[in-house]
C-alpha cells in the first residue's frame, strides 16, 4: 500500500517569508508527527495529532511555527517569516494507535 | 523524560563482518524501543520495534536488536554486513503509554569498506 508521502520534496524559499509543508499519512493511521531534522539538532519533534484530541504542540520552537490536520488526514505545517536557522529537513510520521511511526521522504527547506 | 544515547558516531566495517550498533535509553517504565535506517536523502525506514515480549527481535534486512533492561540497552546486530548497509542508523525509544513522539538518538553513520 501507499506509504507516507509529502510535497514539495525541496523548497527553497527567501527569508521572511511564508511556506507550507504538506504531509498525506498512510490511509487508516490516526496519529500524525512532524519532526524536524538539522545537522546541528538531530532529529527533533514538533508536533503531534491524535485522532480528534487536541495536537500536542510542545515541540514547537517558536509561534512563527503552526499546523493543522484536516479531517483526519491530510497535515500542513506552516512556518511564517522563515528565518535561516529554519533550514532543515521537516518529516512527517504517521501510525495506529500504539503502533510504530512510519515516515515520509521528508521537505528540504532551504532558506535564504 | 527519555533520553536515548548512540555511543559511536561513525563506524566502518568489512563488507561481510559482523556487526553491532550501540544504544543506550532513558526511561522510568517499560520503553517501546526502535532501530530506523536512513540513506542519504531519504527518510527514515523502520528496521525493527520491540514493544514487549521475547527480548530478541528480529527486523527486516537481516538485522536483529536485543532488548537489555538490566542494561538499558537496545543493540542492532547484522551477523554479515552488505555494502548496501552503509547508511545512517537512529535508535528512538517512545513510552508505553500509546502513541507518544519519539526520542531519537543522534546516530551512527555506518560506512562499509570492501
Redesign the interface.
Known sequence: GAG?S?SPSNKVTEKGKDVELRCDPISGH??L?W?RQSLGQ??E?LI?F?GNSAP?KS?LPSDRFSAERTGGSVSTLTIQRTQQEDSAVY?C?S?L??????????TRLTVT | AQSVTQPDIHITVSEGASLELRCNYSYGATPYL?W?VQSPG?????LL?Y?SGDTLVQGIKGFEAEFKRSQSSFNLRKPSVHWSDAAEY?C?VGTNS??????????TRLSVIA
Open positions: 507516507v509529502q490516526t496519529a508527527y519532526y538531530g532529529l519533534f503531534y491524535q500536542d515541540g518529516l510520521a501510525s494507535i500504539a503502533g510504530a511511526q512510519y515516515f515520509g521522504p521528508g | 526502535f530506523y531519504q527518510g527514515l525506514q523502520l520495534k514493544f537512529f528512538a500509546g502513541n507518544t513522539p519519539l526520542v531519537f538518538g543522534k546516530g
